[in-house]
């Protein structure tokens, strides 16, 4: 009998240490969930409470259409191969959704070139041509030169001895600081960062379901 009580106290024992690990795991998986949860509570409040600065600053340029019911904001460097991807989505949805309205924050933190082809393109938009020469650099394929940034902002008609003057312009510079300023008050250390009213997406820039977001938006403001 004793040794049957030992046997079963050993067996319980033994079935105990195999489930702690599993019941370990489980337990850190779920705090890192409620953890995970709780910052992008807090990241989304913090988008909240900035969202006019984000979606209405005059000094940032945008595509798309001035009276969107809309508006998505998106952190980007030139030099940033996941902007580069995802650009095209962005592109068809903002031509095909006439509600939508897409708020560029020049984030330039990848390379000293990322910051020339920034304040270049900050500084065409004096020119009104911020669009086309915005969209011919996210195009580029491979590393970004000064030399290729000057021969598309001529492509796009601008006058590149106007815009080297420009691109050091106050409310140039102004525009730089204030875009770094609302990505490090959001917690957006990387790029490509998009908020859409309040709401922080996904880090993972190409499983974004950009009309869904867009519908959900909607669906929010409604209720």
Do not use: W
Not at 198 to 206: C, F, R, T, Y
């Amino acid at each position: 009998m004793f040794r049957f009580a030992v046997f079963i106290a050993a067996l319980f024992m033994s079935g105990a240490a195999l489930a702690a690990p599993a019941d370990t795991a489980k337990a850190v998986q779920d705090y890192a969930k409620r953890m995970e949860a709780a910052q992008a509570q807090d990241r989304d409040q913090r988008a909240a409470a900035i969202s006019g600065a984000l979606e209405d600053n005059p000094g940032s340029p945008f595509i798309g259409h001035p009276q969107a019911d809309v508006t998505i904001v998106e952190f980007f460097d030139y030099a940033c191969p996941y902007c580069k991807a995802i650009e095209p989505r962005l592109e068809a949805l903002v031509q095909r959704d006439k509600g939508v309205k897409l708020v560029l924050k020049e984030f330039p933190i990848l390379t000293k070139e990322s910051m020339i082809a920034s304040r270049m393109a900050l500084a065409a938009m004096k020119q009104g041509k911020y669009a086309p020469f915005h969209l011919a650099m996210m195009r580029h394929l491979g590393p970004l030169e000064v030399s290729d940034i000057e021969q598309m902002a001529k492509a796009s008609g601008l006058d590149v001895a106007r815009l080297k003057r420009d691109m050091y312009a106050p409310e140039v510079t102004d525009e730089i600081i204030a875009n770094f300023n609302q990505a490090r008050a959001i917690r957006a250390f990387q790029t490509p960062a998009f908020i859409v009213r309040g709401h922080i997406l996904g880090s993972d820039s190409a499983n974004i379901n950009f009309p869904a977001e867009v519908a959900a938006a909607r669906k929010r403001a409604n209720r």
